[in-house]
């Protein structure tokens, strides 16, 4: 038979073929116009191949298909099929029950990661994320309406700029009372400078942190915050003093300047490793059974070195502008609360509700009326100094307790202090009980117990 001649067809055979329904897409239903358009020679295959932004070489491909199955050759030969790239539904079955027995409140990324670190199974996350979705774990987020703020370049160098911030969260989930992480971040890389673990942000909190990061890196050029108390003077009225805080006076003598974000979005970088260790620190924690400070202090240079190495990035610059701790830059002296005081007439002087007596071999007359400077240490040690020369003392006076004056963000750690109860509160003499009452038997009370 000649390959040319037509192949008739029944009635019945071309009916059956006219009711076949297609499902096309519109790129394949834009591709059949053209191709009817090259069937009815008011086109050219290259100016096909221009319009369907083709080559002439698919061109003819799919031209063939039509000539051989007419529309039915355009439409995909793999819809309605099951993808070549489907996980195995044993594979499937791992996964799930492994994400319900241990990983169900983890988020979609780090639960792909510890699968694969822990159990070795390979899965995308994109995968995980659909499955949890599925099966209720985890809930798309919903796209907010973004506000626009200005983008700021990382800075050039190591130890340029540094982002602090306190993180108050439930990091022992119940294990341990709640507590603030203090975060340093290093605004070139991303990477984490200093962590810290304690009962709320202070200023003796902070000195500590910076000790531990000054002591390992050197002087940074300059510490970006927020505005926080400890940072900023918040009441610009106030009378007395020098306009600076506690902690912007121990920079100042170390050669670190202090910035103030006005925007929780200026200072991103640490408000996203924030984000980052609420996520990731904590469930490290529950793995590890981590229940407390102490121990976490321990383990935190280890995740600080998964950390960076996972989120960290190269600066611009490979100089590192860190200044290295001088003789002069005594850490023990210029870390402290500092209070100027004026001595009076019998050489005494009042902090804290506590009355100082000076203890000199000087005439009276020499110190009366001297100022002299009261330095705190985080250990709640006391010294005095006068023309940087500490003098010796004695505690004359213990005034009564009277409120205190609590910033905002230390009320959550003043109110979960114990309430002690006074010294003749009735809980300290204990209370009288049936069984605390010692009282011979009857005979009627024994018969009664053996019944």
């Given at each position: 038979m000649s390959p040319f001649c037509k192949v008739k067809m029944s009635p019945l055979e071309r009916d059956k073929k006219?009711?076949?329904?297609?499902?096309m897409s519109k790129k394949e239903i834009i591709r059949l116009e053209v191709i009817q358009r090259i069937k009815g020679q008011q086109i050219t295959q290259k100016q096909a191949a221009e319009q369907l932004c083709i080559s002439i070489r698919q061109v003819k491909r799919i031209w063939k298909a039509y000539q051989e199955k007419g529309a039915e050759g355009l439409v995909h030969q793999r819809r309605g099929k099951p993808g070549n790239n489907?996980?195995?539904?044993?594979?499937?079955?791992?996964?799930?029950?492994?994400?319900?027995?241990?990983?169900?409140?983890?988020?979609?990324t780090l639960a792909c990661e510890k699968l694969g670190e822990k159990?070795?199974?390979?899965?995308?996350?994109?995968r995980v994320r659909q499955l949890m979705i599925s099966e209720g774990l985890w809930k798309a987020k919903r796209r907010r309406k973004e506000q626009v703020f200005q983008m700021r370049q990382r800075r050039a160098c190591l130890g340029e700029l540094i982002q602090v911030d306190g993180s108050d969260y439930d990091w022992f989930e119940g294990r341990h009372p709640r507590c603030t992480l203090l975060v340093f971040v290093d605004d070139a890389t991303s990477k984490l400078v200093a962590l810290r673990f304690v009962p709320h942000e202070s200023f003796f909190a902070y000195c500590e942190a910076a000790r531990s990061y000054f002591e390992r890196y050197g002087k940074p050029r300059a510490i970006y915050s927020d505005k926080h108390g400890i940072f900023h003077l918040n009441n610009p009225t106030a009378l007395q003093g020098d306009g600076m805080t506690e902690f912007g006076r121990a920079m100042e003598e170390l050669g670190v300047q202090i910035i103030c974000a006005n925007t929780p979005q200026a200072k991103g970088r640490v408000e996203r490793a924030n984000k980052t260790l609420q996520d990731r620190l904590t469930k490290e924690l529950r793995l590890r059974c981590i229940n407390d400070p102490e121990q976490a202090h321990l383990f935190l240079p280890e995740f600080m070195a998964d950390y960076n190495r996972r989120f960290g990035v190269e600066p611009r610059s490979a100089m590192n502008v860190h200044r290295p701790l001088s003789p002069a830059d005594d850490l023990d002296r210029i870390l402290t609360r500092r209070e100027i005081r004026t001595?009076?007439?019998?050489?005494?002087?009042?902090?804290?509700?506590?009355?100082?007596?000076?203890?000199?071999t000087r005439p009276l007359y020499a110190l009366r009326k001297a100022k002299v400077i009261v330095c705190i240490h985080a250990q709640g040690e006391i010294q005095i100094l006068y023309k940087d020369q500490p003098l010796k003392y004695t505690v004359f006076h213990h005034q009564k307790h009277q409120s205190d004056v609590v910033p905002a963000k230390s009320i959550d750690h003043e109110l979960r202090k114990?309430?002690?109860?006074?010294p003749d509160h009735p809980w300290r003499k204990g209370f009288k009980t049936p069984l605390s009452i010692h009282t011979p038997l009857t005979q009627w009370d024994i018969l009664s117990l053996d019944n």
């Open positions: 006219v009711d076949k329904l297609l499902t489907q996980i195995n539904t044993d594979k499937l079955r791992l996964v799930r029950d492994l994400i319900f027995e241990r990983y169900s409140d983890f988020g979609p159990h070795g199974v390979k899965i995308s996350v994109e001595l009076s007439k019998n050489l005494t002087l009042q902090y804290n509700k506590v009355i100082y007596q000076i203890q000199t114990p309430l002690q109860p006074a």
